[in-house]
């Protein structure tokens, strides 16, 4: 009798923390999710996927969540159906960058190799650029842009965390140099060329480029990322040709910028749970067919351009 009750109170015992231990549980896996990294992101990637799917649920279109795991290592983008066809014109411009940064830090061991005059540095850029086909979608504009941007964005940084704070003005190889919003240029470059106002200046942007570690570094990191997002290209145009989205409702874009892994990049169908009405389903088979093409587009450009 004895040995009965005590069974029968075990049971129930059992029973009634059964309620506790899963909300334990929940709790335990709420607060391994809520760990940050040296980055302040998410620090485990599958909470961060997790993360990004709820969100996705909530808001449709494009979430992007980046510097995710232990070591800062991963980016990831998650896509509905509907927003889809902006990935081709997501990878384009995030390809572009990175190439401009190569040629960038091409272009600067370029001039420090050959000695290079101040007073020739247009006319060589833009041979420079012919020359190799890697960057035969960069023009000269578009590199002393970015250059101009970074140098900009490198000064102004500088002077905010030595100054605490503050509005400053625009400084670009040590001289005063004038923004035009409207025209999206500094006053140095006009007509996609160095005037003499500037020629001085920007040469000692490349001098400063050569000689940075940290873009040094960056240049690996740039290499990455292109070997990383062709991967990306070719992967979803993998899963486009075998219809792979049918069985699925959103599209997952995985990197990888740690150069000792051979993760690279990875796209993944995942079902994440999102409801589209009828009359959006009829349009997927064309927006895939759409994206298929711009992915190989950008596939060819690659190859044209000899970056392997």
């Known amino acids: 009798m004895l040995k009965k009750f005590l069974s029968t109170l075990l049971i129930f015992t059992i029973l009634g923390l059964s309620p506790f231990f899963k909300t334990a549980n929940a709790r335990d896996k709420l607060n391994f999710c809520e760990k940050k990294n040296k980055c302040g992101s998410t620090e485990d990637l599958v909470c961060a996927i997790t993360q990004a799917q709820e969100k ?5 279109g494009y979430i ?3 510097e995710i795991g232990k070591n ?9 159906y509907n927003s889809i066809g902006d990935l081709p014109t997501i990878l384009r411009k995030n390809l572009e ?3 401009t940064n190569v040629a ?3 272009f600067a061991r370029f001039i420090e190799d050959k000695k290079v005059s101040p007073n020739n540095l247009n006319e060589t850029l833009s041979d420079f650029l012919k020359s190799d086909s890697r960057f035969a979608s960069i023009s000269t504009k578009q590199l002393l842009n970015s250059l101009f941007e970074r140098d900009r964005a490198k000064k102004e940084h500088n002077k905010l965390k030595l100054l605490g704070g503050g509005t400053l003005g625009l400084g670009v190889g040590g001289a005063l ?8 240029v500094p006053l140095t470059l006009l007509g996609g060329s160095i005037t003499a106002l500037g020629s001085l200046a920007t040469y000692e942007m490349f001098d400063s480029w050569q000689t940075s570690k940290s873009n040094r570094i960056e240049l690996k990191q740039n290499l990455i990322k292109i070997r990383n997002y062709i991967s990306a290209a070719k992967h979803f145009l993998s899963h486009i040709n075998n219809a792979d989205w049918s069985t699925a409702d959103s599209v997952l874009l995985q990197v990888n910028s740690d150069e000792k892994s051979a993760e690279g ?5 995942l079902k994440s749970k999102l409801n589209y009405t009828d009359e959006e389903k009829q349009k997927f088979n064309d927006r895939f067919n759409t994206v298929k093409t711009d992915l190989e587009q950008i596939i060819d450009q690659y190859k044209s351009e000899k970056w392997d």
């Open 64 to 66: 992007n969540l980046n």
């Open 97 to 99: 960058m990175a190439k």
């Open 72 to 80: 800062c290592e991963y980016d990831i983008s998650l896509w509905d």
């Open 265 to 269: 990049a990875i796209v993944t169908m």
């Open 104 to 106: 960038i830090n091409d």
């Open 177 to 184: 140099t004038l923004a035009f919003p409207f025209l999206g």
């Open 56 to 60: 996705l649920q909530q808001i449709g």
